[in-house]
């Protein structure tokens, strides 16, 4: 008994482990392919191969540090402090837009400059949008009044996806929407309510689409990317030149010849196609199974808690995690047209990352109260 106290201290024995070691193995894994793919380019621009690896280390250890906190936490907190934790965000996703604060790379202002260092707003709203969602649609009932039960979660959807268009970044607003969709359905929308919703994203999508020529090059390139091969359609071709030389089993890890600066983002957004290439078919299947038992671990948490809010949050943070692996891997693989949105716990990156996992620790902290 005494030994079992002992652990519990430091253990926490209530948590899904299941969704944790599937965490776990998608982090470890991003670390050596965040190795094997930017060894060339670290290289090239820092002299060290082993820079991006060095610093994907530390973006782990301070996701694993926010991770634990966030898996810790009082859940009662996450509902008092939605509503302020949401504003902040709104806050932060305005002051992209600031000269001076505001960073833009490639012709996007999607990050905040604090010194070396930068943070990328549009992933902290992701996850105060699922927990206001979760605590305005836990305070509204009446789904069968479209104004009553739908309105103000549409009205919150609304306002962030048209402030993270202005960045402009397609790819999140995607994200975003998809998952409150979720979050309707699981809180019990009705069907006609979501048709319309479905008509109206569709309308609103086809208008963002057109209004900007960029996003329309990108469709014809996604349409026949062989078109225009050294230009809108280059990221694609050689996506599929480094999946279709994998094969079954892969070149070997460290043989990718895309890495040689063929690929563009190959270690962030387009790491897949690394992991194609090395590993093979087998490698992306074992990807795409973790990420569905991700799914499936936290979908099985969201229908166990009795809490509606609880229920609803974790829905709300499986949704954000799955979705965005789905259209990651969908672009990388020519299912999808090109968005700049990284594989979650395995691409790249600083904040993109950290925030990933405290989304997963606040899913595992949910899951101790099934």
Same mark, same amino acid.
């Given at each position: 008994?005494?030994?079992?106290?002992?652990?519990?201290?430091?253990?926490?024995?209530?948590?899904?482990?299941? $969704?944790?070691?599937?965490? %776990?193995?998608?982090?470890?894994?991003?670390?050596?392919?965040?190795?094997?793919?930017?060894?060339?380019?670290?290289?090239?621009?820092?002299?060290?191969?082993?820079?991006?690896?060095?610093?994907?280390?530390?973006?782990?250890?301070?996701?694993?540090?926010?991770?634990?906190?966030?898996?810790?936490?009082?859940?009662? $907190?996450?509902?008092?402090?939605?509503?302020?934790?949401?504003?902040?965000?709104?806050?932060?996703?305005?002051?992209?837009?600031?000269?001076?604060?505001?960073?833009?790379?490639?012709?996007?202002?999607?990050?905040?400059?604090?010194?070396?260092?930068?943070?990328?707003?549009?992933?902290?709203?992701?996850?105060?949008?699922?927990?206001?969602?979760?605590?305005?649609?836990?305070?509204?009932?009446?789904?069968?009044?479209?104004?009553?039960? /739908?309105?103000?979660?549409?009205?919150?959807?609304?306002?962030?996806?048209?402030?993270?268009?202005?960045?402009?970044?397609?790819?999140?607003?995607?994200?975003?929407?998809?998952?409150?969709?979720? /979050?309707?359905?699981?809180?019990?929308?009705?069907?006609?309510?979501?048709? /319309?919703?479905?008509?109206?994203?569709?309308?609103?999508?086809?208008?963002?689409?057109?209004?900007?020529?960029?996003?329309?090059?990108?469709?014809?390139?996604?349409?026949?990317?062989?078109?225009?091969?050294?230009?809108?359609?280059?990221?694609?071709?050689?996506?599929?030149? %480094?999946?279709?030389?994998?094969?079954?089993?892969?070149?070997?890890?460290?043989?990718?010849?895309?890495?040689?600066?063929?690929?563009?983002?190959?270690?962030?957004?387009?790491?897949?196609?690394?992991?194609?290439?090395?590993?093979?078919?087998?490698?992306?299947?074992?990807?795409?199974?973790?990420?569905?038992?991700?799914?499936?671990?936290?979908?099985?948490? %969201?229908?166990?808690?009795?809490?509606?809010?609880?229920?609803?949050?974790?829905?709300?943070?499986?949704?954000?995690?799955?979705?965005?692996?789905?259209?990651?891997?969908?672009?990388?693989?020519?299912?999808?047209?090109?968005?700049?949105?990284?594989?979650?716990?395995?691409?790249?990156?600083?904040?993109?990352?950290?925030?990933?996992?405290?989304?997963?620790?606040?899913?595992?902290?949910?899951?101790?109260?099934?």
């Amino acid at each position: 008994m005494g030994v079992f106290t002992l652990r519990s201290k430091f253990v926490d024995l209530n948590i899904d482990w299941g $969704l944790l070691v599937v965490i %776990a193995v998608l982090v470890v894994l991003g670390i050596v392919m965040t190795y094997s793919s930017s060894a060339v380019k670290g290289m090239l621009y820092y002299d060290n191969k082993y820079h991006f690896f060095f610093m994907q280390l530390l973006w782990v250890t301070l996701g694993s540090v926010a991770m634990t906190v966030a898996a810790r936490v009082d859940v009662r $907190l996450l509902w008092q402090w939605a509503k302020v934790l949401f504003i902040v965000s709104l806050v932060l996703l305005l002051l992209v837009k600031v000269p001076g604060l505001g960073r833009s790379v490639n012709g996007a202002n999607r990050w905040i400059g604090l010194g070396p260092l930068s943070i990328q707003p549009s992933e902290v709203i992701k996850i105060a949008m699922v927990l206001i969602v979760a605590k305005v649609l836990t305070q509204t009932r009446d789904f069968g009044s479209f104004r009553r039960g /739908m309105l103000p979660t549409l009205a919150l959807m609304g306002l962030v996806c048209g402030l993270v268009m202005l960045q402009p970044d397609l790819g999140t607003t995607l994200v975003i929407a998809a998952s409150v969709c979720i /979050m309707l359905v699981v809180a019990g929308a009705r069907v006609k309510h979501m048709a /319309m919703l479905g008509g109206a994203g569709a309308a609103l999508m086809t208008m963002a689409i057109l209004s900007a020529p960029y996003r329309m090059r990108r469709i014809f390139a996604f349409i026949d990317p062989w078109a225009d091969p050294s230009g809108n359609g280059y990221q694609t071709i050689q996506a599929l030149l %480094a999946l279709g030389p994998g094969g079954l089993f892969g070149l070997g890890l460290g043989q990718s010849r895309q890495k040689f600066l063929y690929l563009p983002e190959n270690h962030t957004d387009f790491i897949f196609a690394m992991i194609g290439e090395e590993l093979g078919f087998i490698g992306g299947c074992f990807i795409i199974l973790l990420f569905f038992l991700f799914i499936w671990r936290g979908f099985r948490v %969201a229908m166990r808690v009795n809490d509606p809010f609880l229920s609803l949050l974790a829905a709300g943070l499986t949704s954000l995690i799955g979705v965005q692996a789905m259209v990651n891997i969908g672009v990388v693989s020519g299912l999808l047209p090109v968005t700049g949105i990284t594989l979650p716990f395995l691409s790249y990156g600083g904040t993109s990352l950290i925030f990933t996992m405290i989304a997963a620790g606040l899913l595992l902290n949910v899951s101790r109260e099934t």
